[in-house]
């Protein structure tokens, strides 16, 4: 049974860090492309930032470019997102996801993926 469980979800104030992780069972992230997306109330899922099964491809939304890095760790089968100067926009619930064969002009498509987390809230103050 396939299983991956975001944690690290918070209150925080505007420039503030958070440290986001997925943890995953019943699958190896390294044999997937994985991503984080995010999702405000009364918004479409956004792509965030995304990462190839060899962790050599990686890519940021625009909108958090120079604030977000997405990294994993095989020996934790654990998928992390660190994000830095946090701004009330950043605001919504984080989701990790896995995918199979990605074109990398659509890895912001949420169809794509094929295992999704619950989710993580982040909320981000003024």
């Known amino acids: 049974q396939v299983q991956m469980v975001e944690s690290g979800g918070a209150l925080v104030q505007a420039g503030e860090s958070l440290r986001l992780s997925c943890t995953a069972s019943g699958l190896t992230l390294g044999d997937y492309n994985m991503a984080w997306f995010r999702q405000a109330p009364a918004k479409e899922r956004e792509g965030v930032s995304f990462?190839?099964?060899?962790?050599?491809?990686?890519r940021v939304a625009d909108s958090v470019k120079g604030r977000f890095t997405i990294s994993r760790d095989d020996a934790k089968n654990t998928l992390y997102l660190q994000m830095t100067s946090l701004k009330p926009e950043d605001t919504a619930m984080y989701y990790c996801a896995a995918g199979g064969g990605i074109s990398l002009g659509y890895w912001q498509k949420p169809e794509q993926y094929y295992y999704w987390g619950q989710g993580t809230r982040v909320t981000v103050s003024s």
């Open positions: 990462i190839s099964p060899t962790t050599t491809i990686t």
